[in-house]
């Protein structure tokens, strides 16, 4: 193949072979094309209504102050993206191509004009369109915008392009494939974070944004926008610089993007090289952790447990969810003055539910643990290893969310009694998760994003919808005391004993449930085996 004489023809080739890929997906099967359908038109009606909002704002004060920020978060979006989704486009993967005689020159301006194809670049525009009819006001500032809008486009898209090819071997490791994992969490404070960010502005006003604004206008690609608002102002040298640090951060990135792809497709990929590992390396490794650990089979089980949730990407993904979702809560109301100390009690809730289906967690590989099981005492230290390996995580991270929520809302006096409660919740959810994991196992399928296989979605609901009943009814004693002290005339002076009841009840429940789970369990290994092997 004549590279010279060929690389004119490598962009057109790309495109087809990306739209080739696209429809090919979209044969398999008519689930994927009805959800593709329904995801092109979600995007555009959300467009549509984002571009009709952008337009509203023309001849608004702060219409700059709008649109500067949201086209940094937009950059951001298409920054971080490739991180968390690294599938979802194909054609992100340069190593495809490196046995191919293609220049990087070519090839990136071919990936470049590939990559504007999609319904990512397509919302982006109506962003960037919006933003201009927005903040735009003169003949100068639509002559900005001409050059604006495509160079802030190609910014994001390069943007996206570097950093993929920048950690494509990483991101197509096992290793790597665990950052989608954090992709519900970024969704989840990000929504959070939007969802303060607009009550603030509710009760301020656009103008609160006007410094931020005024610092991003100076950031690519914002300051392409910028460039247009004060070119629209008269300001045109301020326009001009503005609009070539869009321009300059668009060369950087391409040849960023070059030289990293220059270095893919000549040097070796790490997996063909032979990693020597020391002896014992491994041993040492491995020891760590089990000498911060008890000794016996209840060490044993804690470690496996802590593996699994650092090693196993469902239970991963199931911690960090627990773990974000469970202080997002009680901190961001809060923060906005609408909270309550005992919503903090929702840390220890959601992690709590860990202690569910316990055994479907090791799906198939739950044989191995079935074997060492022969008594219900056997039952009784496998149940309470993972309960402790729960405990380690669970019993700090509920006391600082209590404390932390207390300091935010500067109510130290319902401090003992928002703790008290719960450590009460606490051993009431590992005790009925205990219970339920016996009687209601279910498997956890390891290949794709449902969490229960098919068939066992009703067994699931009443495992997990059951359990929590369970976990109230048994916190019910403290929380009735609770109420009582609060309402008794005199009571607020017994509110501390809250405190160590609630710590005390928990303990007891946990115990009581680990002791009620043991022997269900030791009867009914063979069902729970045939339960969780099914996925």
């Not at 100068?140 to 495509?150: E, I, L, N, Q």
């Not at 929504?191 to 690519?220: C, E, K, R, T």
């Not at 608002?229 to 326009?239: F, N, P, T, V």
């Not at 069902?527 to 969780?532: D, H, K, Q, R, Y």
Request: hydrophobic share 55%.
């Amino acid at each position: 193949m004549n590279t010279a004489a060929d690389t004119g023809s490598i962009t057109p080739v790309l495109v087809r072979l990306k739209l080739s890929l696209l429809r090919n997906g979209l044969r398999q099967s008519a689930g994927r094309r009805a959800a593709y359908i329904a995801s092109v038109v979600v995007v555009l009606l959300i467009a549509g209504l984002q571009f009709l909002g952008l337009v509203t704002l023309r001849g608004n004060a702060h219409a700059a102050s709008v649109t500067v920020p949201l086209l940094t978060l937009m950059a951001l979006g298409w920054a971080v993206m490739p991180l968390f989704f690294p599938t979802g486009d194909e054609t992100l993967d340069p190593t495809r191509l490196v046995m191919l005689p293609l220049r990087p020159g070519p090839l990136v301006r071919a990936l470049l004009v590939t990559s504007l194809v999609g319904i990512g670049p397509l919302f982006t525009l109506s962003l960037l369109v919006g933003s201009v009819i927005a903040v735009a006001h003169g003949g100068a500032a639509y002559v900005v915008s001409v050059v604006a809008v495509p160079v802030a486009l190609l910014v994001c898209v390069a943007l996206a392009r570097a950093v993929a090819a920048a950690n494509i071997r990483l991101l197509s490791s096992r290793k790597g494939r665990d950052l989608a994992v954090l992709s519900g969490l970024v969704i989840a404070v990000g929504a959070q974070l939007v969802n303060f960010g607009a009550q603030q502005l509710g009760s301020s006003g656009l103008g609160q944004l006007d410094p931020v604004a005024d610092v991003l206008a100076w950031v690519p690609p914002s300051s392409a926008i910028g460039a247009v608002d004060s070119a629209s102002e008269g300001s045109y040298g301020i326009a001009l610089a503005q609009l070539a640090l869009s321009a300059g951060a668009l060369v950087l990135l391409l040849g960023a993007w070059s030289r990293t792809l220059t270095r893919l497709m000549t040097s070796p990929d790490g997996s063909t090289l032979q990693a020597a590992e020391p002896s014992g390396a491994r041993e040492r490794r491995s020891g760590g952790l089990g000498r911060l650990l008890p000794g016996g089979r209840t060490g044993t089980v804690m470690e496996r447990s802590l593996r699994y949730a650092w090693r196993d990407p469902k239970t991963k993904a199931a911690w960090v969810t627990s773990l974000a979702i469970g202080v997002i809560v009680p901190v961001f109301n809060a923060l906005q003055g609408l909270g309550s100390v005992y919503l903090a009690c929702f840390a220890a809730g959601m992690l709590g539910i860990q202690m569910y289906n316990q055994f479907g967690q090791d799906t198939s590989a739950f044989w191995m643990v079935a074997m060492t099981i022969s008594s219900t005492r056997d039952a009784y230290v496998e149940l309470r290893g993972r309960a402790l390996a729960l405990l380690l995580i669970t019993l700090p991270y509920s006391v600082l969310v209590v404390v932390a929520t207390t300091a935010l809302l500067d109510d130290w006096a319902a401090l003992p009694e928002a703790l008290g409660l719960s450590l009460a919740l606490l051993g009431a959810m590992l005790a009925a998760g205990a219970w339920s994991s016996a009687r209601f196992p279910y498997s956890i399928p390891q290949e794709g994003y449902k969490n229960v296989a098919p068939g066992q979605s009703g067994l699931a609901t009443v495992a997990i919808l059951g359990g929590m009943i369970g976990a109230a009814l048994l916190c019910a004693p403290v929380i009735a005391l609770t109420i009582w002290l609060n309402a008794t005339s005199g009571g607020d002076r017994l509110l501390w004993l809250l405190l160590p009841v609630g710590a005390v009840y928990g303990a007891l429940t946990t115990l009581l449930g680990l002791r009620l789970a043991a022997p269900r369990t030791a009867r009914r290994l063979p069902e729970i085996l045939t339960a969780v092997s099914k996925g």
